[in-house]
């Protein structure tokens, strides 16, 4: 039941733009903290967007061109992703929790002309 669910990844050009959703279900919404993390290729997982109750964090490699948000009443975060490089090619990943407890499946982003 607890799951975590992205959808809104796909190809896009550089310079497009994507938006993501992830939609928690089964208690897997924290208040505290919602993230997005991606998988690049040939790196590790990182961070890209922390989204608490008061305050959004961005890397240093998406500040500018990333907005994370959410919708509590929906269950709901958001990142729509404007100005896309070719290197922000990789999978991206839903996060819930400190920890994270939960992580969604991921969905794919591929940037390319």
């Known amino acids: 039941q607890a799951q975590l669910m992205e959808s809104g990844g796909g190809l896009v050009q550089p310079g497009g733009s994507l938006r993501l959703t992830c939609v928690a279900s089964?208690?897997?919404?924290?208040?505290?903290?919602m993230a997005w993390y991606r998988q690049t290729p040939g790196n590790q997982r990182e961070w890209i967007t922390i989204i608490t109750d008061r305050s959004t964090y961005y890397a240093d490699a998406v500040k500018g061109r990333f907005t994370g948000s959410r919708d509590d009443a929906k269950n709901t975060i958001y990142l729509q992703m404007n100005s896309l490089k070719v290197e922000d090619t990789g999978v991206y990943y839903c996060?819930?929790?400190?920890?994270?407890?939960?992580w969604g499946q991921g969905t794919q982003v591929t940037v390319s002309s």
């Open positions: 996060a819930s929790g400190a920890a994270p407890d939960y």
């Open positions: 089964g208690s897997a919404f924290s208040d505290s903290a």
